[in-house]
């Protein structure tokens, strides 16, 4: 049976929910809540799995913290033995608009600290679907946006793009990358102009 492992990244702790850099956390929220399943305190991470069309899907959520996010994937990467080419990594992104979304198959890791960890560990070959979180901070404010909550204007413009993150995941195991890009990157630049107006 073929695996996959979908990686939301964000820090555990009920601080950090609700926060910009807990994107990836919330996706797999959605995608767990659609898919009636739960999450378990597992090693490294909270992990829930489900089946699509007869492939197996693992879901982690790292409870190592956003720097040591490297740790996790590498190790139910293995644990899982699931070829790195099954991998979805999903985050916020400063560089693109809120509700704004983009599907790569590699690349560098944009300054994400999460990502840079998991590159350190596996290299840069692995899928990626960065969520804009905007960059409307002033000189110096990075760390307090990236780990501030989204308010109710805010999630009025990331919901569409949450409930979009959630098929992109279906798409990927079900009809792989390459497709998954044609079909949603297109959107995902529609998803940004909406929350530029």
């Not at 069309?53 to 139910?76: D, E, I, Q």
């Not at 993150?165 to 959107?187: C, K, P, Q, W």
């Amino acid at each position: 049976m073929d695996k996959y492992l979908i990686c939301g990244l964000g820090n555990p702790g009920n601080e950090y929910e609700g926060t910009r850099h807990n994107t990836g956390f919330m996706i797999l929220d959605a995608f767990a809540k659609a898919s009636n399943i739960r999450f378990e305190d597992k090693r490294y991470g909270f992990v829930a799995e489900t089946t699509l069309k007869g492939k197996k899907v693992f879901l982690l959520k790292p409870t190592t913290f956003m720097n040591l996010s490297g740790n996790a994937v590498r190790y139910w990467l293995n644990k899982e033995n699931i070829d790195q080419k099954r991998l979805l990594v999903i985050c916020d992104d400063l560089n693109l608009h809120l509700g704004e979304f983009r599907l790569k198959g590699n690349g560098s890791n944009g300054g994400h600290n999460g990502l840079g960890h998991i590159q350190q560990l596996i290299g840069e070959d692995y899928a990626r679907l960065r969520m804009g979180i905007g960059n409307d901070y002033p000189r110096g404010g990075q760390i307090d946006w990236v780990l501030g909550h989204y308010n109710d204007q805010d999630m009025k413009i990331l919901e569409p793009a949450i409930q979009t993150a959630v098929e992109i995941i279906r798409s990927f195991v079900l009809t792989g990358l390459d497709e998954t890009m044609n079909t949603y990157n297109r959107l995902g630049k529609e998803h940004g102009r909406i929350s530029k107006n």
